[in-house]
């Protein structure tokens, strides 16, 4: 496709449910991010990968909250046992490669709701 | 604390007018700016971006200016225009962009 796509747009989930997070970057899009966003608040870095490897995973709020990019090109977020202090917009975005002067092509974001 | 700072909420402008939006930032490892525009409901659209060995930019409309020793950028955007009217985030990363830490961001309103 033409952008990042990110399913679902919105999820609202009770609190301790697993939810999964799907994003397809630009096609031939080297690296991708995650990012985490508050309401009122900017995105807040949470993982990189670079091909199927995951270089930076430091902001990962939780060992409740896994990313993976398997063959290096569509990546899946899992939150496990949601709680309400997850309810945000998670962001991707990719690039076509490493480096600023790339830079990222966000996704529309999944609003994730945690009742 | 934030390393990313801007400290206006939101900013209203008259069209055709320059709409100037600030940005400050604590870490001087900081090497590469970016900016950002966000409408509702949409992923956030990259503007303009600079690098620590320059101190302005400028694309059409819009002129990115940094200046190191204040550890300050700011946007300016002239004319303004009511399509302007967005959230925009300022943005920086320390290690070429592998990651980038967000401020929270100004909501511009450009009116008619």
């Known amino acids: 496709g033409a952008g990042v796509s990110q399913s679902p747009r919105y999820k609202v989930a009770k609190r301790g449910q697993d939810v999964a997070l799907r994003c397809d970057p630009i096609?031939?899009?080297?690296?991708l991010f995650w990012y985490q966003q508050a309401l009122g608040q900017g995105p807040e870095f949470l993982t990189y990968?670079?091909?199927?490897?995951?270089?930076?995973k430091s902001g990962l709020p939780s060992d409740r909250f896994f990313a993976e990019r398997p063959e290096g090109s569509v990546s899946t977020l899992k939150i496990q046992r949601t709680q309400q202090e997850d309810s945000a917009v998670y962001l991707c975005?990719?690039?076509?490669?490493?480096?600023?002067?790339?830079?990222?092509?966000f996704g529309s974001g999944t609003r994730l709701t945690v009742v | 604390d934030q390393q990313v700072k801007q400290n206006s909420p939101s900013l209203s402008v008259q069209e055709g007018r320059i709409s100037i939006l600030n940005c400050d930032y604590t870490?001087?490892?900081?090497?590469?700016f970016l900016w950002y525009k966000k409408y509702p409901a949409e992923g956030p659209t990259f503007l303009i971006s600079?690098?620590?060995?320059?101190d302005k930019n400028e694309d059409g409309r819009f002129t990115v200016f940094l200046n190191k020793s204040a550890k300050h950028l700011s946007l300016h955007i002239v004319p303004s225009q009511p399509g302007d009217s967005a959230v925009y985030f300022c943005?920086?990363?320390?290690?070429?962009?592998?990651?980038?830490?967000f401020g929270p961001g100004t909501r511009l309103s450009v009116l008619p």
């Open positions: 975005a990719s690039s076509l490669a490493p480096g600023a002067n790339y830079g990222y092509t």
């Open positions: 096609s031939g899009h080297v690296s």
């Open positions: 990968f670079q091909n199927e490897a995951q270089l930076d």
């Open positions: 870490n001087s490892m900081f090497d590469y």
């Open positions: 600079i690098s620590s060995i320059k």
């Open positions: 943005a920086a990363s320390d290690n070429y962009g592998q990651n980038f830490v």
